[in-house]
């Protein structure tokens, strides 16, 4: 199979599976971002970290990517929370990053009442947190999910707990029906990343390794879609959107 000739007005591209994997450069991850170089945007479900520290991540890796150039679901979330209810109380189960660049946003975190509950990737999450979420939602308090994801492929393919893991005990002891999911394969980081890059998505393509989260979202908005295997881009078929 050929190369697939990147000539599409921008490109929107996956982080885990697709350029790295746990701090592993994945096989064509240099020569794509060479060959989209100022046409790209990286467009994750990351919702640990902010873009400032996975730009530095992936400098030191030998992959140039400036944090202007990074969309994550975690942080788009709270992005999404302090314009749509500034200064909000909001029960944030996520990183110490996050719950800083929550705050630096003007949000209330530790609020005894609480207007929101916001679901990131939480190393520390625990019984009574999980407690505490399904208590805040009783009396009220809505739910946003940074990203649906249950777990990302490790190190030798092991799962790597994630967001949705997380959300999944919270919606099981809430019995919660409505709430709020900002990760891919809603449209909103897809959105974002062709206002980022100034193109229509019809223009856009994403590159990535996950149909169900990637493929979805992109055929969502009519966009193309380049599914990655094993880190192999350079003979994967480009897929256009249906």
Not at 15 to 27: E, F, H, K, S
Not at 140 to 150: E, H, K, N, R, S
Not at 185 to 196: K, M, S
Request: with cysteine; net charge neutral; aromatic share 4%.
């Amino acid at each position: 199979m050929q190369e697939p000739i990147l000539d599409a007005a921008g490109y929107l591209i996956d982080l885990d599976g697709t350029l790295i994997t746990g701090r592993t450069v994945l096989p064509d991850a240099a020569w794509l971002l060479e060959e989209v170089r100022d046409r790209f945007v990286i467009v994750s479900n990351n919702a640990e970290h902010t873009p400032r520290q996975l730009s530095r991540t992936l400098r030191a890796l030998g992959l140039p990517v400036d944090e202007k150039d990074v969309i994550l679901a975690g942080t788009a979330a709270i992005d999404i929370v302090a314009a749509k209810y500034p200064r909000a109380s909001v029960l944030l189960l996520g990183s110490a990053t996050l719950i800083a660049y929550a705050r630096a946003k003007g949000l209330r975190i530790g609020d005894r009442t609480v207007d929101l509950v916001v679901v990131a990737r939480d190393r520390h999450f625990t019984y009574a947190k999980l407690a505490a979420a399904a208590e805040a939602i009783a009396g009220g308090a809505g739910l946003i999910v940074a990203a649906p994801d249950g777990s990302h492929p490790g190190i030798n393919g092991r799962p790597v707990p994630e967001t949705g893991a997380l959300a999944a005990a919270i919606l099981t002891s809430t019995g919660l029906k409505n709430y709020t999911v900002v990760g891919k394969p809603e449209t909103i980081l897809f959105e974002r990343g062709c206002r980022h890059l100034d193109v229509a998505p019809a223009d856009a393509v994403m590159i990535g390794d996950n149909p169900e989260t990637d493929g979805l979202g992109a055929r969502r908005l009519g966009m193309g879609f380049l599914r990655v295997e094993q880190g192999i881009i350079r003979r994967s078929r480009l897929l256009a959107a249906v």
